[in-house]
């Protein structure tokens, strides 16, 4: 029976592993030879910034206005008045922040808070009745507000300026931010992006949810990879600064797709840009933002279904369009299987996984008892070694993810190295948590079942408690 089961699903296992190894392998080559463009390492005094033609920057937080986003705006913003009280004076002219809301208490209770701070915080609150001109709904709706805001003039700065695009929780600490400036000062690019790490709250969340998190860095080294090449196969939408008069250019009335709202506006912001202004206009700017993971395991999930989900909208939008398909053949190719083999390989993760945590152990004891006997291997040794190397790759991916995420968690070198062992451990599981979320988006985007909810992830263990998750697509 064992030989029979293990017939069938041993070549798909090998297919799938090996297929999630070419991901981890270009995680892996960025890594080694180019770790030194993932993040920038010198720092920036404000004295340099000063000798330098700084444009302006505008931190914009976009948000429903939902419970428990207050406190984690206020926290964001902070580290940004923090870094202007340095010298209030320069700071004044090359800094400003804008909160984006539906909600009329918070954008005010926001305003009042920093009255007094050395740069402009404005709240620009969303009309309930604003309508696109294409009928664009959820986050988007709030951006393309803003844009048109700014069109009319809104907080409109002299010279050459960016906005800084921030998720509720964000946090970008003022060696960081001065950075950036840094960075702005001399780039050609129109949109860049920066690595983001998870420390914030780090111990509030789920040993599950952390593990997960674990994740996320070693993929931005693909971010980088994907930006310097100019080939927009991923976007996320905070540490996403872009040139304010491309952004205006371009907007963020994206529609939607059948008659339902894209939940990942960035993917389809990037596509947009792609087809606007070509692979010129992206760059990496190197600068590392601060996020917080999910307290739950429920909204782990959740945020995973959401990301799948949306670049499938994307996707097929992008193929409808005629600047799309107006593009040469080949790159059209990389562009939909690129993003297909990412989706792909993060779906069948639980499906691999799944069958190597029922079959490996059964090789390993049979290999053993081979060994011991003198008899053939159940399975060649170099199938064993090749699989086992990858999840070598993986495991070690894990461990320098986490080993960003705990270093400005605030945690001892005893806890970092703790929580560094626990990430590993428990990721074989974290894995199949995540991946299930996309192979569920994957099959439900198949069977046809396109409805969307905007619900951002809570920012506070309270607010995620109080989610009724059976209203949450």
């Given at each position: ?7 069938f ?16 392998l ?21 004295a ?14 976009t ?35 804008e909160?984006?809301?539906e ?28 309508v ?60 860049l ?159 691999a ?38 999840g ?67 920012k ?14």
């Open positions: 029976m064992y030989e029979d089961a293990f017939r699903a041993g070549p798909f296992l090998v297919v799938a592993i090996s297929l999630i190894a070419l991901r981890l270009a995680y892996w080559w960025s890594f080694t030879f180019h770790w030194g463009r993932y993040r920038r390492r010198d720092e920036v005094s404000t340099r910034l000063r000798d330098m033609a700084v444009p302006h920057a505008k931190i914009q937080v948000t429903r206005g939902s419970a428990g986003s207050t406190e984690v705006i206020l926290r964001g913003i902070r580290q940004v008045v923090t870094l202007a009280e340095e010298d209030p004076e320069f700071y004044g002219h090359v800094l400003s922040v909160v984006v809301t909600s009329e208490v918070q954008a005010r209770l926001l305003e009042r808070t920093f009255a007094a701070a050395p740069i402009p915080v404005h709240g620009l609150v969303v009309p309930g009745d604003y696109t001109e294409n009928g664009t709904e959820l986050k988007a709706r709030g951006l393309h507000y803003a844009v048109e805001r700014r069109r009319a003039g809104w907080n409109s700065k002299p010279g050459r300026t960016f906005v800084v695009h921030y998720d509720e929780e964000s946090v970008m600490v003022p060696g960081e931010l001065r950075k950036l400036l840094a960075v702005l000062a001399t780039t050609e690019k129109k949109i992006e920066g690595p983001i790490y998870y420390p914030l709250e780090y111990t509030n969340a789920s040993a599950l949810c952390r593990a997960m998190e674990a994740n996320r860095p070693v993929g931005c080294f693909e971010c980088r990879h994907v930006m310097e090449k100019g080939v927009p196969l991923h976007l996320h939408g905070s540490n996403l600064v872009i040139e304010e008069k491309f952004e205006n250019t371009l907007g963020w009335d994206i529609g939607n797709h059948d008659g339902r709202p894209f939940i990942a506006e960035d993917y389809v912001f990037g596509m947009n840009a792609f087809l606007l202004g070509g692979s010129q206009v992206f760059g990496w700017h190197g600068c590392v933002m601060l996020e917080q993971p999910p307290f739950s395991v429920k909204s782990a999930f959740k945020q995973r279904h959401r990301w799948i989900f949306g670049v499938l909208q994307g996707l097929a939008m992008a193929r409808r369009s005629d600047q799309f398909g107006r593009l040469p053949a080949g790159l059209r190719r990389n562009l939909v299987w690129g993003t297909r083999f990412r989706i792909a390989t993060f779906a069948m993760g639980v499906v996984g799944g069958f190597a945590l029922l079959f490996l152990p059964l090789v390993l004891v049979r290999g053993v008892g081979a060994l011991a006997t003198g008899g053939s291997p159940p399975t060649h040794p170099g199938l064993v070694l090749w699989m086992a190397g990858v070598a790759l993986w495991l070690g991916s894990v461990l320098i993810g986490a080993w960003c995420n705990v270093a400005d968690a605030g945690l001892s070198s005893l806890g970092r190295w703790t929580e560094i062992a626990r990430a590993v451990a428990i990721a074989p599981i974290a894995g199949l948590i995540e991946s299930s979320a996309a192979l569920r988006a994957v099959v439900q985007w198949g069977m046809g079942r396109r409805e969307v909810l905007w619900q951002p992830t809570p506070t263990k309270a607010a995620d408690a109080s989610v009724d998750w059976r209203n949450v697509a």
